[in-house]
C-alpha cells in the first residue's frame, strides 16, 4: 500500500515535559515487523512511565502508547502471518525473544528480555507504528476499534488474571475500583458466571456498578467492606484496580478460605496484616496483562458476551489532552488519528 515519506506523532522529549509533535521518517519493516496505519490507540495510566522515564528500557524521545489497533500496510517478504490491508492490534506486550527460561515455557508476555509497546519501542500516538508480528492479534473488521483498543491492556489484564485464578462459577468476585480496569473487571467477572460485587468509596457509581453487572455494591465511606464481604460468606477474589492504599487496608478480612487479593493497579504503600493471611490461607497474587494470544482471546469472549469499554475519544492533535484525561474519562481516553 501507499505511504508517507514521513508521518506524525507525539512523543515525550524530556523527562517530566508534556507531549511534542514530531515528525518520523518512514522506516521499511524489517524481519519479524510490520507497519500498521493506527486506527486507535488507547491511553493508559502506564503511559506515565515514558513522562517519567520510570523503566530502564525508556529512552527519550519516544512515542508512548501500547493499546494499539491498526491496518497493515507494509510487511517485510518472510512476513506468513499477516497481510497488507489486515487489522491487527498490539498491547503492552511488545515482542519477545523465544529464548530466555520463560519463553521456553510458552510464558512470552513475562519473557526476560519483554519489548514493550510505547515503553520499549515506540507505540501508537502516532499516525503509522512499526509492531513486532508476534505481538499482533488479528482485530475482527466489524468492532468499533476505539471501543476495542483498551480491551488490549485494561481488558486482558482484568480477564487473563480473572481466568487463571482459583475459582469456579457462583464464588464471589469483589473489583476494588470502577474506573478504566475496574468497570471492565466488573464486566468480565459477572459474564465468567460470578457472584459479583463493586467495592467504592462513595455512593456515586452505584447505579453504574449494577448496570455493568454487580450484584452488590458496598461503600467504604458508609460500611466496612471486609467486614460486608465477610458477611456474604467471603470473596473468593478481590480484584485491585484503582490506587488507594487505604481502601485497601480492611479487605483481606473479606477473603473466603483460600481466597486471593488480586493486584492490577499500582496501588500506593498499604499496611496489611499478613498474619490475617494464614487463617484463611489467603494469598495475594499479581498478574500480567498477557500475550498476544490472550489479548485475542479476550477480544472475542468480550465480543461474544457484550463486554464493552467505555471511551472518551481524541483526535491526534489533541494527546496531550487525551494523556491529561487519563484518570478523567469514563472511563478510556483513546486516541484516533
Same mark, same amino acid.
Given at each position: ?14 523527562? &517530566? &515535559?508534556?507531549? @511534542? ?14 507497519? $500498521?496505519?493506527?486506527?486507535? %490507540?488507547? $491511553?493508559?495510566?502506564?503511559? *506515565?512511565? /515514558? ?7 525508556? !529512552? ?21 502471518? =499477516?497481510?497488507? &490491508? +489486515?487489522? /491487527? ?5 511488545? &515482542? ?6 520463560? %519463553?521456553?515455557?510458552?510464558? =512470552? ?43 488490549? %491492556? ?13 475459582? @469456579?462459577?457462583?464464588?464471589? $468476585?469483589? /473489583? ?59 470473596? !473468593? ?5 484503582? +490506587? ?62 457484550? /463486554? !464493552?469499554?467505555?471511551? @472518551? *475519544? ?5 494527546? @496531550? ?17
Amino acid at each position: 500500500m501507499s505511504h508517507p515519506k514521513q508521518y506524525t506523532a507525539y512523543a515525550f522529549t524530556e523527562k &517530566g &515535559g508534556k507531549l @511534542q509533535k514530531i515528525t518520523v521518517d518512514w522506516k521499511d519493516p524489517q524481519q519479524g515487523e510490520v507497519v $500498521v496505519k493506527v486506527l486507535a %490507540c488507547g $491511553v493508559c495510566g502506564s503511559d *506515565e512511565f /515514558v513522562e517519567n522515564v520510570a523503566i530502564p528500557s525508556i !529512552k527519550l524521545p519516544r512515542i508512548p502508547g501500547h493499546e494499539i489497533i491498526g491496518e497493515v500496510v507494509a510487511i517485510p517478504s518472510s512476513e506468513k502471518l =499477516f497481510k497488507v &490491508g +489486515q487489522r /491487527v492490534g498490539s498491547g503492552w506486550h511488545g &515482542g519477545h525473544c523465544f529464548t530466555c527460561n520463560n %519463553c521456553r515455557r510458552g510464558i =512470552f508476555n513475562l519473557c526476560e528480555n519483554e519489548d514493550i509497546n510505547g515503553i520499549s519501542r515506540d507505540g501508537g500516538y502516532a499516525e503509522y507504528a512499526t509492531l513486532r508480528s508476534e505481538a499482533l492479534l488479528p482485530i475482527p473488521d466489524d468492532l468499533n476499534v476505539a471501543e476495542a483498543a483498551p480491551l488490549l %491492556c485494561a481488558g486482558v489484564t482484568t480477564f487473563n488474571s480473572l481466568r487463571h485464578m482459583d475459582t @469456579q462459577p457462583g464464588d464471589i $468476585v469483589a /473489583v476494588q475500583g470502577i474506573g478504566g480496569l475496574g468497570h471492565l473487571g466488573i464486566q468480565f467477572a459477572s459474564k465468567m458466571g460470578f457472584r459479583t460485587v463493586a467495592l467504592s468509596s462513595s455512593p456515586d457509581k452505584a447505579d453504574l456498578a449494577k448496570r455493568l453487572g454487580a450484584t452488590a455494591y458496598i461503600d467504604s465511606s458508609q460500611t466496612d467492606q471486609g467486614k460486608a464481604l465477610q458477611e456474604m460468606g467471603g470473596a !473468593k477474589v478481590i480484584m485491585i484496580t484503582a +490506587q488507594s492504599g487505604k481502601a485497601i487496608e480492611g479487605l483481606i478480612d473479606g477473603l473466603s478460605l483460600d481466597g486471593q487479593m488480586l493486584i492490577l493497579g499500582f496501588p500506593e504503600a498499604t499496611p496489611i496484616w499478613l498474619p490475617a493471611l494464614i487463617g484463611k490461607r489467603a494469598s495475594i497474587r499479581g498478574w500480567p496483562s498477557g500475550s498476544a494470544k490472550d489479548s485475542e482471546e479476550t477480544i472475542e469472549f468480550a465480543k461474544f458476551a457484550g /463486554v !464493552k469499554c467505555m471511551i @472518551q *475519544e481524541f483526535p491526534l492533535d489533541k494527546a @496531550q489532552e487525551a494523556y491529561e484525561h487519563r484518570g478523567k474519562a469514563r472511563f478510556r481516553a483513546v486516541i484516533v488519528p
